[in-house]
């Protein structure tokens, strides 16, 4: 079979999702063909020249035209938060499959509503997946695959950080990124939503209360001229920033293990800068997506006199996704785990299972983002992640 892909979107996430589609079939014995079929965007001459670059075979710029062709199977969004449940719900009622970039949606009804889409939609064998893609880097589905062989033993804490500083320049122009009715939330739900789904993801428990605090640091911004997303230039005028530039917040573990989160694009000097350590009382494991092909393993039954934390070099065939790349040894980059998100999708529709993240697992991250602005609007008092917060 071929699986014949639409992808509404082509900005920053676009062309990760095309090396993604691109590679899969070209590294991975995939149980089916894909073909990269159409790419959708509003500017013609712009989409026609990302179809041209990234190997797409037509573009398109009416969505919902191609959602409606019967020779498409799977629709991936990768649009602004905004857009997302629209175009989910309407190419899941339209018997495609669906891949959604994070976060979910924008506000906890519109995650609602997108994955009860779903679970009606996979009654009629339709999978829909949400696209938390650093659950794909080899060191951090091998972090997971180590706490449930039990390696740390009982977890007692976890930290859990994403730092980037691409707002420190009060220049920055206010892209999307920065207002509300198109991004949901700042860098709380672009960044820090990683973490929760991370954290989520390598412990296996969830986020069950947040107390926390939300901060603009720079509140109006030069409006943005050309260009979108992370870069762009600035036009004349200026306008408020609606969302957080920092996220700070505690969060409480099903088993009771505090976690501290940060979500910020003030931290000076730091790029891409997501790190998450769990601590227990056999030992601890800690991963840097700075230096993404390495975890660091202390090990509590270690000889004390050999003790500290050693580095597990993710690079061997044995690791998650590695065999299918270089021989041993050779490294990986940000890049790859676009590529294990769609084997893994593309795996789990010819298996006629559901894929991880599940719409519901979105659900539940967009519930603790939403906990998180409602304690920040109550001075940081506790809030429980359940399903009245909205
Ligand atoms: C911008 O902060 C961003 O591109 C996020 O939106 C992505 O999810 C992350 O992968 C890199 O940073």
Redesign the pocket.
Same mark, same amino acid.
């Given at each position: 079979m071929t699986l014949r892909v639409a992808m509404i979107g082509y900005g920053?996430?676009g062309a990760a999702h095309s090396v993604g589609w691109r590679q899969a079939p070209r590294m991975f014995a995939l149980p089916d063909d894909v073909e990269m079929s159409v790419i959708v965007g509003r500017n013609a001459e712009a989409v026609a020249d990302a179809a041209a670059r990234w190997g797409w075979r037509e573009s398109a710029t009416d969505w919902r035209e191609v959602i409606g062709r019967d020779d498409i199977d799977l629709v991936d969004i990768v649009t602004p938060g905004d857009s997302h449940a629209e175009i989910a719900i309407a190419a899941l009622e339209a018997g495609k499959h669906v891949l959604c970039?994070?976060p979910l949606a924008n506000t906890v009804a519109e995650a609602e509503a997108m994955a009860d889409a779903a679970s009606r939609a996979a009654a009629r064998g339709v999978r829909s997946m949400v696209g938390f893609? +650093?659950r794909r880097v080899p060191a951090v589905t091998f972090m997971r695959d180590l706490i449930a062989q039990g390696v740390v033993g009982q977890v007692a804490q976890v930290r859990a950080a994403y730092r980037?500083d691409?707002l420190v320049d009060p220049e920055m122009p206010l892209a999307w $990124?920065l207002q509300k009715e198109h991004a949901g939330s700042g860098a709380l739900g672009?960044?820090g939503a990683?973490i929760i789904d991370m954290t989520q993801f390598v412990t296996g428990q969830a986020v069950t209360a947040v107390a926390g605090t939300l901060d603009t640091i720079v509140k109006t911004r030069p409006l943005q001229g050309s260009g979108s997303?992370?870069s762009g230039t600035a036009a004349d005028g200026f306008g408020e920033v609606t969302v957080d530039d920092v996220a700070i917040f505690t969060g409480r573990l099903d088993d009771g293990a505090l976690v501290s989160f940060e979500a910020s $694009?003030f931290a000076t000097g730091r790029k891409?800068g997501l790190t998450i350590e769990v601590s227990g009382d056999r030992g601890a494991l800690a991963f840097d997506l700075e230096d993404l092909n390495s975890l660091q393993f202390y090990d509590r039954t270690d000889p004390t006199d050999r003790q500290g934390f050693r580095t597990i070099l993710v690079t061997e065939a044995e690791h998650p996704y590695v065999a299918a790349w270089w021989p041993a040894g050779h490294m990986l980059g +940000?890049e790859h785990g676009f590529t294990h998100q769609v084997v893994d999708l593309v795996t789990v529709i010819a298996e006629g299972t559901d894929p991880h993240p599940s719409f519901a697992e979105g659900l539940s991250v967009q519930r603790v983002l939403a906990a998180v602005e409602r304690s920040s609007e109550n001075e940081s008092a506790w809030v429980r992640v359940a399903a009245d917060v909205s």
């Open positions: 920053f996430m970039e994070k893609t +650093y980037q691409w $990124r672009d960044i990683h997303g992370l $694009r891409n +940000y």
